[in-house]
């Protein structure tokens, strides 16, 4: 691979259907009581440090992997548009990317997009691989925390 190559960004896209009205989806990741209940890929944990949802705030946290390893995160929203689209630069060096959330009304729920803008790597086929699934295991953890917490409150 030349250097022009390895300089590219690469983008990775990961969509799911959620049988839960937008802003109710919204909600899951915009109130970080909520969040903390389903994000990360399967067997994680978090604990939140920080969390400012608005154009400048911080997001702080350790996730807590399935094998006892603290990972420390950082990320800055860059824009907050409710309920429609959260954009935030995720800040650590080895895989700094922009991450955008699109929420999309559907007829029968919300259609969540995550378009990720990694900037250079090595292997952006190995990334992909790694990212594509972690992303559809977040997406099972919010698709039955959503079916879970409105059992538990029908009136969302």
Do not use: C
């Not at 209940?37 to 978090?46: C, E, R, V």
């Not at 705030?57 to 996730?63: L, N």
């Not at 959330?101 to 992909?128: K, S, V």
């Not at 992303?135 to 538990?152: C, I, K, V």
């Amino acid at each position: 691979m030349n250097p022009d190559e390895r300089a590219a960004e690469v983008e990775i896209v990961s969509t799911r259907v959620l049988g839960a009205p937008r802003d109710v989806v919204f909600e899951a990741f915009s109130d970080p009581d909520r969040l903390v209940q389903w994000w990360g890929p399967a067997g994680f944990t978090n604990t939140f440090s920080e969390f400012d949802l608005r154009p400048g705030g911080a997001w702080r946290f350790v996730m807590h992997g399935p094998d006892g390893t603290d990972y420390e995160l950082a990320k800055d929203f860059v824009e907050v548009v409710r309920p429609e689209r959260i954009v935030l630069q995720h800040l650590q060096p080895m895989h700094r990317f922009r991450m955008t959330m699109i929420f999309t009304e559907q007829p029968r729920g919300t259609e969540l997009t995550w378009r990720m803008l990694f900037e250079a790597t090595e292997d952006p086929r190995a990334l992909e691989r790694f990212i594509v699934e972690a992303n559809e295991q977040n997406f099972d953890r919010l698709e039955r925390y959503l079916e879970t917490s409105s059992r538990e409150n029908p009136a969302r």
